[in-house]
């Protein structure tokens, strides 16, 4: 794909009418000018405005009935829409600083150059945009029990999600309980039962709520995502990393498989098991746009200091390599 060129000068005074002037400025006073703009760029200022459009862009998506894929799609879209502008206002404060005054905007998504401030963006909104893993975090894919047909069970079930969208794990739960109480085959409702009791450190009961939905719906996502969770939370990690391969067993080459297998094996102390189930995870959330990518590779960022700690680089290296990933 071609990419666009835009003259500076030209942009610049299209943007910002109030630099216009009557009279020409000299050579000098143009400089000067430039370099002032310069110095006022504050561009972990300009980061925070891209990313938090991004941010509401991303709390905009409707999640139901969606897969993994289709979300990570939609939230790449919500970033795509300000790379291009964020990636302009870098290289205009780069020209303003002394460099050339016609600048290149790079539009081919493939590029390396495009996917560097595509990046940026993706890692400011996993470190400060709530809306990124709440709407990862979904699973409203329904199955045959997962929405009751009880009117009353549907009611108590909406005034658990108020709650919940309050955070209110406390005011949340009896009314999941009553929910489950009035229709006991009402999927959804028990995956919130975990879901409090799990927040609110009800560890046991949580497992029996998520195990209750499973016996329901065995392709539960919510459940098959949570329990290793629960399990973790127990110090279990043996038993975690079970609950991470059943969830691969019925969801083969799911991403969040890898990544929480590859979690336990470090808290366990294996670092190349931890390393090789990383690098599945990274190579399938990178594939698929996930802004997960960022946490995977943080992690085998941290993997790769321990290694070389212990005269391992080598190990490191060989393991990354099997996964096809090069260290830039």
């Known amino acids: 794909m071609k990419a666009n060129k835009l003259p500076l000068l030209l942009l610049f005074f299209l943007c910002s009418s109030s630099f216009a002037q009557k009279d020409t400025l000299s050579k000098q006073q143009t400089n000067d000018l430039l370099k002032k703009i310069s110095a006022q760029f504050d561009s972990a200022k300009y980061m925070s405005e891209v990313g938090n459009r991004a941010c509401k862009c991303i709390d905009s998506i409707s999640v139901e009935n969606k897969d993994d894929k289709e979300k990570s799609a939609d939230i790449a879209r919500c970033i795509d829409k300000e790379a291009e502008v964020y990636q302009m206002m870098i ?24 996917k ?5 963006i993706e890692e400011w909104l996993t470190d400060s945009c709530a809306s990124v893993k709440k709407t990862m975090g979904s699973n409203e894919k329904e199955s045959e029990f997962s929405v009751s047909k009880d009117p009353k069970a549907l009611r108590l ?36 039962i975990g879901v409090c009791s799990r927040h609110l450190d009800k560890l046991d009961h949580a497992l029996e709520a998520y195990k209750r939905s499973l016996s329901l719906d065995p ?21 975690a990393i ?21 979690r ?3 808290l366990k102390g294996d670092l190349e098991k931890g390393l090789d189930k990383l690098c599945k995870a990274y190579n ?23 290694m070389k700690k212990k005269g391992q680089e080598d190990k490191f290296l060989k393991i990354l390599k099997d996964n096809h990933i090069s260290m830039q």
Do not use: C
């Open 219 to 239: 392709r539960g996502k919510t459940p098959l995502q949570n329990i290793p969770i629960v399990y973790q939370m127990k110090e279990e990690y043996d038993k």
């Open 284 to 306: 399938i959330y990178a594939e698929t746009n996930s802004p997960y990518r960022v946490d995977a590779q943080t992690i085998i960022n941290s993997i790769y200091g321990e």
């Open 157 to 192: 079930y909406d005034k658990g999600i108020d709650a919940l969208k309050e955070d209110n794990f406390k005011a949340a739960l009896p009314w999941f309980e009553k929910a489950v109480e009035a229709d006991p085959k009402f999927a959804f409702a028990w995956d919130n």
């Open 264 to 266: 336990m094996y470090v």
């Open 116 to 120: 560097h401030y595509y990046y940026q």
């Open 242 to 262: 079970d609950a991470y391969n059943r969830l691969l067993d019925v969801y083969p080459g799911d991403p969040e498989g890898y990544f929480g297998a590859g």
């Open 91 to 114: 290289k205009m404060n780069k020209a303003l600083s002394g460099g050339d005054l016609n600048i290149t905007i790079n539009v081919n998504k493939e590029s390396d150059e495009y």
